[in-house]
């Protein structure tokens, strides 16, 4: 099974930004969308962004929309997720997702069949 790898998490301060990379184990992967989650300590997962691979269609949670940029390096199989303005409620762990199929249930988990380890974001106020 492939493996997705992410990377570009660490301690920021409020107002700060971070990119995060993520990249999948095998060149040859091709997925139909990818996405970004991440989970709180004490909450549940939630989706954060996801982009098609083909069409670049992008999808945003509310939450974060107005302050984060999904896109993708088709030539070198990468995802990133540029996150500005960071505050405290956006520490978390940011996971890497992606699926093979798409379908409109982009935003849950059980749409995705690969997943990374997770990177960790803390942001500090």
């Known amino acids: 099974q492939v493996q997705l790898v992410e990377s570009g998490g660490g301690l920021v301060q409020a107002g700060g930004s971070l990119r995060l990379s993520c990249v999948a184990s095998?060149?040859?992967?091709?997925?139909?969308?990818w996405a970004w989650f991440r989970q709180a300590p004490g909450k549940e997962r939630e989706f954060v962004a996801g982009?098609?691979?083909?069409?670049?269609?992008?999808y945003y949670s509310e939450s974060i929309k107005d302050r984060c940029t999904i896109s993708r390096d088709n030539a070198r199989n990468i995802v990133y997720l540029q996150m500005n303005s960071l505050n405290p409620e956006d520490t978390a762990i940011y996971y890497c997702?992606?699926?093979?199929?798409?379908?409109?249930?982009?935003?849950?988990?059980?749409?995705?069949?690969?997943w990374g380890q997770g990177t960790q974001v803390t942001v500090s106020s």
């Open positions: 982009i098609t691979w083909t069409g670049g269609q992008t």
């Open positions: 095998e060149r040859t992967f091709r997925a139909m969308i």
């Open positions: 997702a992606a699926a093979t199929i798409w379908g409109s249930d982009y935003d849950r988990g059980r749409r995705y069949n690969s």
